[in-house]
């Protein structure tokens, strides 16, 4: 569910998490007699992006074609048009600074700026040890994606294979068998991360930030201390609402599992239906309130309908349309992979492109017919008008207000797949009363709700790596005190500083910020209230759906159109009318489960 290409941007993309390792930097030109002029940093920037653009659009063609046809040739190719156009964004990037101090037209000004931050890992100019960084980085990556769990001498596991054993599995021994399994694959890349902070940090310096994590924090319009606090203020206003949710689960799971799951104290990370314990909408059947059935299961209704792949995009498709969005392109049918093949690998993670950085949208998904690939291809598809609605700044803009924006849009709309949504539909015949909400309000603070503080935590605990706050002696104690003062879980077994859990989560091993889904989650109910209210709903949050609102698609349409070419306050303020990101809309959203989850958790232990 990621956006796709090699945007030197907000760093969306999630296939070359390690890139902006660049080329060694090139020698200094012998020093400028005068100092450069506001005309020659235009000039300067317009040049840099029209060149990147071109690289940006090679680097997509070749990602599509390896990422559809999965080969050593396709792989090495997508490989070279990546480098080219990373190493030109580095040297751009320190060639950007140049201009630093000088007084600029305002677009100029911000196209630098972001060109100077378009970086997630700085390499050092020292050629060694950017090799050394390049080298690290890739065999971290390499050493997460090899990573299997080989419980006998003839059986060997991958992350799929122990994804769906911790997402169906109740037997508690076993969940716990494959979380250790799977989290000794991280050890030795231990050793590899130490000197990856090191070295990242150095090339940070460089660039004249305090270190990788405050490099990380420049990116939204803000100094990276005010930024820190924006997080803290966010979570505080949600925090409530989580608190709630793990008692009652904690409840649950302990009627289920016993003495394994403590009464008053953290929940077992092995024991909420995921890996990382980031989202725990597997373990919905085991926390099922009773008589709170929807009555409808979506999936079922487009199974028994025999809705095949590509009438399921056109849903989502049609729900854009209703709010006044131009229908995709002739090409993104031609050209977008839908289903998977059955002639070659493919990867299937759901992902969403424009080549061309106008108009030659697609996504590429292994499509299944599931309520959840139903919600996911108006999430990808959110993706692809984003962009498209942003196709006409100039290349530098053309990208999300802040990263948490992009992540935000098409979730915003699969919030209206409200159950009046498939009543308009001729899905179900009328929609179940709003006494039946909590199973579905239920299911989905399991998956939004359970993720806001691991979607926090991530890059709490990198930002306090970088910044030396936690050292190397530390490193796994350090993860799991911060996992339990954020989520409220421990590990199911005795850890150590032989261990490396964090590397055992993907973006850590392949050094990906991971605050944007934070935000995400924290935008999408907020862009679902203002356009809610934009459309005039006013029932509860949770049923208002603005499909077929054409003022809601206007205000909408208004904020994408201006990429990322000014502060992203004043994108949200063009949404929301408010200039700060506010947490108050996911406590509206979930209003009416947290009256119910309060009820619940009624002489029972809160808290951790
Ligand atoms: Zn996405």
């Given at each position: 569910m990621r956006l796709s290409g090699v945007r030197a941007l907000c760093a969306l993309c999630c296939f070359f998490p390690a890139v902006w390792v660049g080329a060694a930097e090139v020698p200094n030109q012998t020093a400028p007699a005068r100092p450069p002029t506001a005309e020659e940093a235009t000039k300067f920037v317009d040049e840099a992006e029209q060149d990147l653009l071109k690289l940006w659009i090679d680097a997509g063609r070749a990602d599509w074609v390896k990422s559809t046809f999965i080969t050593d040739d396709t792989e090495i190719l997508a490989a070279q048009a990546n480098e080219k156009a990373i190493s030109a964004g580095v040297r751009y990037a320190k060639q950007a600074t140049r201009f630093d101090g000088l007084k600029l037209p305002a677009e100029t000004a911000r196209k630098l700026k972001l060109l100077k931050l378009s970086l997630t890992l700085a390499a050092p100019s020292d050629p060694v040890l950017a090799a050394e960084l390049t080298r690290i980085a890739a065999a971290m990556e390499g050493a997460y994606g090899k990573g299997k769990y080989c419980p006998t001498k003839d059986r060997c596991l991958d992350l799929e294979d122990i994804s769906r054993i911790m997402s169906t599995s109740r037997d508690a021994q076993e969940l716990l068998d494959v979380w250790a399994g799977w989290h000794a694959i991280a050890r030795p890349i231990r050793k590899d991360f130490v000197r990856y902070v090191e070295l990242a940090n150095k090339g940070a310096r460089e660039l004249g930030f305090a270190d990788t994590g405050a490099m990380w924090r420049s990116k939204y319009d803000m100094t990276p201390e005010e930024f820190a606090k924006e997080l803290d203020r966010l979570w505080d206003q949600v925090r409530p609402l989580y608190v709630?949710?793990?008692?009652?689960?904690?409840?649950?799971?302990?009627?289920?599992?016993?003495?394994?799951?403590?009464?008053?104290?953290?929940?077992?990370?092995?024991?909420?239906?995921?890996?990382?314990?980031?989202?725990?909408?597997?373990?919905?059947?085991?926390?099922?309130?009773?008589?709170?059935?929807?009555?409808?299961?979506?999936?079922?209704?487009?199974?028994?309908?025999?809705?095949?792949?590509?009438?399921?995009?056109?849903?989502?498709?049609?729900?854009?349309?209703?709010?006044?969005?131009?229908?995709?392109?002739?090409?993104?049918?031609?050209?977008?992979?839908?289903?998977?093949?059955?002639?070659?690998?493919?990867?299937?993670?759901?992902?969403?492109?424009?080549?061309?950085?106008?108009?030659?949208?697609?996504?590429?998904?292994?499509?299944?017919?599931?309520?959840?690939?139903?919600?996911?291809?108006?999430?990808?598809?959110?993706?692809?008008?984003?962009?498209?609605?942003?196709?006409?700044?100039?290349?530098?803009?053309?990208?999300?207000?802040?990263?948490?924006?992009?992540?935000?849009?098409?979730?915003?709309?699969?919030?209206?797949?409200?159950?009046?949504?498939?009543?308009?539909?001729?899905?179900?015949?009328?929609?179940?009363?709003?006494?039946?909400?909590?199973?579905?309000?239920?299911?989905?603070?399991?998956?939004?709700?359970?993720?806001?503080?691991?979607?926090?935590?991530?890059?709490?605990?990198?930002?306090?790596?970088?910044?030396?706050?936690?050292?190397?002696?530390?490193?796994?104690?350090?993860?799991?005190?911060?996992?339990?003062?954020?989520?409220?879980?421990?590990?199911?077994?005795?850890?150590?500083?032989?261990?490396?859990?964090?590397?055992?989560?993907?973006?850590?091993?392949?050094?990906?910020?991971?605050?944007?889904?934070f935000l995400a989650h924290i935008l999408q109910f907020q862009f679902h209230r203002a356009l809610s209210n934009t459309a005039g709903c006013t029932g509860p949050l949770n049923r208002c759906s603005i499909y077929g609102n054409k003022e809601a698609g206007r205000r909408l349409n208004d904020m994408l159109a201006m990429g990322c070419s000014k502060p992203w306050p004043d994108a949200l303020e063009v949404l929301t009318g408010q200039r700060q990101m506010d947490a108050t809309a996911i406590r509206d959203y979930f209003a009416p489960l947290q009256k119910w989850l309060d009820e619940q958790n009624k002489g029972k232990p809160v808290g951790w």
């Open positions: 709630s949710l793990h008692a009652y689960v904690r409840w649950k799971l302990r009627e289920k599992y016993g003495d394994a799951v403590p009464a008053t104290g953290p929940i077992p990370a092995h024991l909420l239906g995921n890996m990382w314990a980031q989202s725990w909408d597997n373990v919905y059947p085991l926390v099922a309130p009773k008589g709170a059935d929807p009555g409808y299961d979506l999936t079922q209704i487009l199974k028994s309908r025999g809705t095949t792949y590509v009438p399921m995009v056109r849903y989502g498709e049609s729900f854009f349309s209703s709010l006044g969005f131009e229908p995709l392109p002739k090409t993104f049918w031609d050209r977008s992979m839908l289903v998977k093949p059955r002639d070659r690998d493919v990867v299937c993670h759901a992902s969403a492109w424009n080549i061309d950085y106008v108009d030659d949208l697609r996504i590429k998904m292994c499509i299944d017919i599931t309520g959840e690939d139903f919600a996911t291809i108006h999430h990808e598809l959110g993706h692809n008008y984003y962009q498209r609605a942003y196709n006409k700044q100039p290349p530098l803009f053309r990208d999300s207000a802040n990263d948490g924006f992009h992540e935000a849009v098409g979730d915003t709309i699969a919030l209206s797949i409200t159950p009046e949504y498939l009543v308009r539909l001729g899905f179900i015949p009328s929609a179940p009363d709003t006494s039946k909400d909590i199973g579905l309000l239920l299911a989905k603070a399991l998956e939004k709700v359970a993720f806001l503080p691991f979607g926090l935590m991530i890059d709490q605990y990198r930002w306090k790596v970088f910044s030396g706050e936690i050292t190397p002696a530390d490193y796994n104690r350090a993860w799991w005190a911060l996992r339990l003062k954020y989520q409220g879980v421990a590990p199911g077994l005795a850890r150590s500083e032989e261990d490396f859990d964090p590397a055992a989560k993907y973006h850590v091993a392949a050094n990906v910020p991971y605050t944007r889904y």
